[in-house]
């Protein structure tokens, strides 16, 4: 058997302004193939190309990365403001209801920056449009000048709950993390349990309580030089081995069903 698939969620934008184009940074590819070692497949996130069910038989497991666009807020039932920012709607369209369908059937999902959000809404949670505009909270989002370390450095701590699942993954209460966001979970969904706050308290390390499989999503970008950061590292091995599990499962259950 070959490596399990992990089908990672790419965004739309447009090259030179001008021709449409989909894409997912390389980071995740290379955190998906080096550190989780599954097979990195970019998903061209548009219901007129694929389809919910048909990405649940062709995958493994799902990376929901970060992007520049923002989950819509009629998706959670607010009305558009200027502070909302850019979308994705057809991201929107196929994202949510992938995640929806995941966590009832146990296919792993790992959510990053975007994908983070993009659980907490599918759950039925709200965002804040701009997390810097919220007295008390600081801004969160990538400096606007530098290079790409010095964008993706480490700028502040998570503390996550002791005894938790962050906690079993990390081996400490206490990590430091990269910030690159503006929005941040608002009211949290349905099930959605918060174990990791920013200083600012900014909602940071989620899960979904109950699911049937792995359903961790974190506001920062472990993606940067995921192979030797000692935060990043654990949450893509994890990830990597629920989806080898999952196929595993899934390769016994065909060749089952084919007797």
Known sequence: MGRPVVGIIGNQFL??????????GSMNSEAISQVSRCLPLVVPADPR????????????GFLFTGGRPNVHPEEYGEA????????????????????RACVARGQ???????????????????????????????NHRMPPDGTLEEKFALRHGVTVVEGGVFHRLFGTTEVMTNTLHGQGI???????????????????????KEAPGFTLAVQWHPEW???????????????????RQWAEQGHVRHRVDAV
């Not at 190309?49 to 493994?60: I, S």
């Open 186 to 208: 608002k009211t949290p969904g349905a099930r959605i349990v918060i174990e990791g706050h920013a200083p600012d308290g900014t909602p940071e390390a989620i899960y979904v």
């Open 108 to 138: 792993p999902i790992l959510g990053i920056c975007r994908g983070f959000q993009e659980i907490n809404v599918a759950m039925g949670g709200t965002l804040y449009p701009e997390i810097r505009d919220l007295p008390g909270r600081m």
């Open 80 to 99: 558009e403001t200027a502070a909302h920012g850019e979308f994705d709607r057809a991201r929107d369209a196929v994202a949510l209801p992938l995640i």
């Open 225 to 243: 030089d995921a192979a030797n950061d000692p935060v990043s590292r654990p949450l893509f091995e994890a990830f990597g081995d629920a989806v």
């Open 49 to 60: 190309y694929v389809g919910v069910d048909e990405l649940l038989d062709t995958c493994d």
């Open 15 to 24: 090259i030179n302004d001008q021709y449409p184009a989909h894409a997912g």
